[in-house]
């Protein structure tokens, strides 16, 4: 008997039929003599008109209040699933975030789990009963409602099974699995049968939204056997469905260059010109930035001419009018000469653990999209990524370009050299 965590993405539960359907799945594993917690997300769109219905009411609702309408969805697809479950004759018991004790901080919309209590869930467990917990929720010390970010039921489960020590938390989506790239963009996407959890970090982090970044932290953290697979696809019970998150498999002679490509369509880029080229203007700029609690995520800053020089980074879009705003104001405290900025760029990155040891990979990206003609306005990199800043129009083109140039269409192989993806043996999953 294993106790397992299972979460439902908002297609999967977007309608009755499919709350009925995930009802019979949890019944099968129930079945088999499992315990299972069920996490399940708000129904598809929910989230987004529950929030719209706020904005009609004031263009910059009480985060506070916004948290309180927003977790009603969640409120409603544990009930309907209970009512689902006990109809397949199964016991169940649902529980909000707050009424099982999943504590988090008070940062209202993105507040971060500090603790669960475990007490309520594995007496229902130990009763017999399938547990539904609200995703995406949690209540702060004072008891206010919170919610974890966009896609934070990911995060609920992740921490729920780290919590119960599960033997396994099965995220079910509306793909098969992680993809080379988002399957949508790139029909000739592959699934991965595994990513290891730093480039599954990665990914999530540079934007794709299969995970929710802080669901993989947890996981990675807690060592939780993490699994991504489809809610619509019949149940295998077997290990190798969907994509295994790894920790790095030792076996593996050589790792394929890059894993995958991720995008991000949520950026803009903001400039400060002219600005005097000192010690501590870049605290001056950022300083204030991030006293609002917006998040920077790459920053360039020119060599300087003439004693000034230029600042530039990006922001996500939802914060591009705040941080707009902010540097108005910090423009006239230093002295700078003007502020220009960009809503409609995107960030395109190839991801990978092997080109820790394969030189080129930049150089290869970079042909790939000169080549197509797209031009890249800023460039970052670290150990295992390379991401640039491109202008939206341009953004299904370079995923697309970059997927092909990388070969990522073709069956996984390890690579000895970056042009001979063929001439190592087939990593098999672990
Ligand atoms: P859920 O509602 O189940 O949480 P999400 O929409 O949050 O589902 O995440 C699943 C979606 O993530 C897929 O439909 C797919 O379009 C997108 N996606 C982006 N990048 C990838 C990737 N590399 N692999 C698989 N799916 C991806
Ligand atoms: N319902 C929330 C959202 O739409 C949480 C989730 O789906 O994971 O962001
Ligand atoms: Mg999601």
């Given at each position: ?8 993405g ?21 079945a ?40 009603t ?10 009512i ?22 008070s ?10 209590n ?23 010390e ?7 970010g ?19 938390c ?5 793909v ?11 029909p ?17 982090s ?8 802080r ?38 002679m ?6 995958g490509?991720a ?13 005097p ?21 790459m ?26 705003k902010?540097l108005?104001?910090?423009?006239e ?8 900025g960009?809503?409609t ?14 030189p ?30 491109i ?21 996984q ?12 043996d087939?990593i098999?999953?672990?």
């Amino acid at each position: 008997m294993a106790l397992i965590v299972q979460k439902f993405g908002g297609t999967s539960v977007g309608s009755t039929e499919r709350i009925r359907n995930v009802a019979r799945r949890v019944a099968r594993w129930h079945a088999r003599g499992h315990q299972v917690v069920v996490v399940p997300s708000a129904m598809a769109g929910e989230t987004n008109r529950l929030l719209a219905l706020a904005k009609e009411m004031s263009p910059s609702p009480d985060p506070r209040e916004l948290d309180v309408i927003a977790s009603t969805g969640e409120q409603v697809t544990i009930a309907l699933l209970a009512i689902a479950l006990h109809a397949e004759g199964i016991q169940a018991r649902s529980f909000t975030g707050p009424q099982v004790g999943v504590l988090t901080d008070s940062t209202f919309t993105k507040a971060r789990i500090l603790k669960i209590n475990q007490d309520k869930i594995r007496k229902s467990l130990n009763d017999g009963s399938v547990v539904v917990v609200a995703g995406f929720q949690g209540a702060d010390e004072e008891g206010n409602i919170t919610t974890l970010g966009r896609g934070g039921s990911d995060t609920s489960a992740v921490a729920l099974a780290a919590a119960l020590k599960a033997d396994e938390c099965q995220i079910y989506t509306d793909v098969d699995g992680v993809y080379t790239t988002d399957p949508r963009v790139v029909p000739e996407a592959r699934k991965l049968d595994t990513i290891t959890f730093e480039e599954m970090l990665e990914m999530a982090s540079l934007g794709s939204k299969v995970l929710q970044i802080r669901s993989v932290e947890f996981a990675g953290k807690y060592k939780v056997k993490l699994r991504v697979l489809s809610s619509f696809e019949e149940d295998f019970d077997d290990d190798c469905a969907g994509t295994l998150i790894t920790i790095e498999d030792k076996k593996r002679m050589e790792q394929p260059v890059i894993s995958g490509i991720a995008f991000n369509r949520d950026e803009a880029k903001l400039t400060v010109l002219g600005v005097p080229d000192r010690p501590g203007t870049a605290f001056q700029i950022l300083g204030p930035v991030a006293d609002a609690n917006i998040d920077v995520d790459m920053i360039i800053q020119n060599i300087g001419h003439d004693g000034t020089t230029d600042f530039s980074f990006t922001v996500n879009r939802n914060d591009y009018a705040k941080a707009m705003k902010i540097l108005k104001e910090v423009k006239e405290r230093i002295g700078a000469r003007s502020v220009a900025g960009n809503p409609t760029i995107c960030k395109v990155s190839a991801v990978g653990v092997g080109m820790r040891s394969h030189p080129g990979v930049a150089s290869r990206m970079f042909a790939a999209l000169g080549k197509e003609g797209i031009n890249m306005a800023m460039i970052s990199t670290s150990e295992i990524k390379i991401s640039v800043v491109i202008d939206e129009k341009s953004l299904e083109h370079a995923v697309r370009t970059l997927h092909k140039a990388f070969g990522l269409e073709k069956p996984q192989k390890s690579t000895l050299s970056l042009t001979g993806r063929d001439e190592t043996d087939i990593i098999t999953p672990s």
